[in-house]
């Protein structure tokens, strides 16, 4: 299930904890088996569990906490909008509209071409950035107006 090059890339963080801890890698190993997948399936959250010595229920329970995890087939980028209380302040709210009216799709939905999934997302720790996305959980994108999100449309096209 997991390539050879994804328990290379495990190994390297379980390596960061003590031997006895190889499970405190969950989070950075899921993050891995779902670079390789494009999402982590029941079989690839067990794979994990697995090589770590851990139960799968507890990979489950972290995979099912952390809205980076991806349970379900994604399109090719992942937007996902901050809607907690500073940014919905600050125009979150207003932005995953525009952004589901644009993409004709809600949010938990992949556009036709399947390019695009949109998510609402908790807190991402840039409340002074606010409205607050970020694209496949790597690029952040702040003070999102709708000149910006125009823009960033054009950019995943």
Not at 51 to 62: F, H, K, T
Not at 128 to 147: F, H, K, L, Q
Request: glycine content about 8%.
């Amino acid at each position: 299930m997991l390539t050879s090059e994804s328990l290379k890339r495990i190994d390297r963080e379980i390596a960061k904890y003590p031997v006895d801890q190889k499970q405190s890698a969950v989070m950075a190993a899921l993050a891995i088996a779902q670079e390789q997948q494009g999402w982590l399936s029941s079989e690839a959250i067990e794979a994990v569990a697995n090589y770590l010595g851990m139960a799968p229920v507890a990979a489950y329970e972290v995979a099912t906490f952390y809205n980076m995890y991806d349970l379900k087939p994604v399109g090719k980028y992942k937007v996902s909008v901050c809607t907690n209380l500073p940014c919905m302040l600050s125009g979150g709210v207003d932005a995953g509209e525009y952004l589901q009216k644009k993409l004709g799709i809600g949010y938990n939905e992949t556009t036709a071409d399947g390019l695009v999934t949109l998510k609402e997302s908790e807190c991402m720790g840039a409340c002074g950035d606010a409205p607050v996305m970020i694209v496949n959980n790597r690029r952040m994108c702040s003070w999102m107006n709708p000149e910006q999100i125009d823009k960033l449309l054009a950019e995943l096209k």
